[in-house]
T-cell receptor, first 109, second 112 residues
Framework: GQNIDQPTEMTATEGAIVQINCTYQTSGFNGLFWYQQHAGEAPTFLSYNVLDGLEEKGRFSSFLSRSKGYSYLLLKELQMKDSASYLCAIIDSNYQLIWGAGTKLIIKP | EAQVTQNPRYLITVTGKKLTVTCSQNMNHEYMSWYRQDPGLGLRQIYYSMNVEVTDKGDVPEGYKVSRKEKRNFPLILESPSPNQTSLYFC???????????FGEGSRLTVL
């Protein structure tokens, strides 16, 4: 079966760094997305990785290792507005998007 | 402004009363899809469409229908809603399956 695992909830302190992990077992791989979703709102795109390595975009970075079935989202200089759920999604071999259940990130002052 | 528009945003209905949730995008996107989101389950795909007149089932298509007669519109139809279809629904679109998904604001549906 297809499976994407993310921690259910994480807590971090304002100004700190947090890493949100995503491990997956899917039938094939054609890319991995990270989306941010604030409570009661629609998800918004953060990053897309299809090759191994680190993609940096401002305070957010996303890493992919296809051989390990592993990705992480790194958030630096955390701000209170970063409190949200972070969703990992995989494009499988049939070009279907498979979503993880999301990680709720709580930022404390 | 580039956007995906869903209507209605909120709806309370009764079992068996047919309803349609509309979705329209103004970005000329080929790919459109419908999701439902329930606590602890994440986003689950209901149906998707790669282009006009082409639709395919997602993970949870039972009880739903869709159509794609025009590129910009992708309505979700619940022929006979049941309480287990109470959920938050999102429509999304992108240029392709590997492209950034743009989501509508969501439609919160309650079936009594």
């Amino acid at each position: 079966g297809q499976n994407i695992d993310q921690p259910t909830e994480m807590t971090a302190t304002e100004g700190a760094i947090v890493q949100i992990n995503c491990t997956y077992q899917t039938s094939g791989f054609n890319g991995l997305f990270w989306y941010q979703q604030h409570a009661g709102e629609a998800p918004t795109f953060l990053s897309y990785n299809v090759l191994d390595g680190l993609e940096e975009k401002g305070r957010f970075s996303s890493f992919l290792s296809r051989s390990k079935g592993y990705s992480y989202l790194l958030l630096k200089e955390l701000q209170m507005k970063d409190s949200a759920s972070y969703l990992c999604a995989i494009i499988d071999s049939n070009y279907q998007l498979i979503w993880g259940a999301g990680t709720k990130l709580i930022i404390k002052p | 402004e580039a956007q995906v528009t869903q209507n209605p945003r909120y709806l309370i209905t009764v079992t068996g009363k047919k309803l349609t949730v509309t979705c329209s995008q103004n970005m000329n996107h080929e790919y459109m899809s419908w999701y439902r989101q329930d606590p602890g389950l994440g986003l689950r795909q209901i149906y998707y469409s790669m282009n006009v007149e082409v639709t395919d089932k997602g993970d949870v298509p039972e009880g739903y229908k869709v159509s794609r007669k025009e590129k910009r519109n992708f309505p979700l139809i619940l022929e006979s809603p049941s309480p287990n279809q109470t959920s938050l629904y999102f429509c999304a679109s992108s240029f392709s399956i590997t492209g950034e998904l743009f989501f509508g604001e969501g439609s919160r549906l309650t079936v009594l």
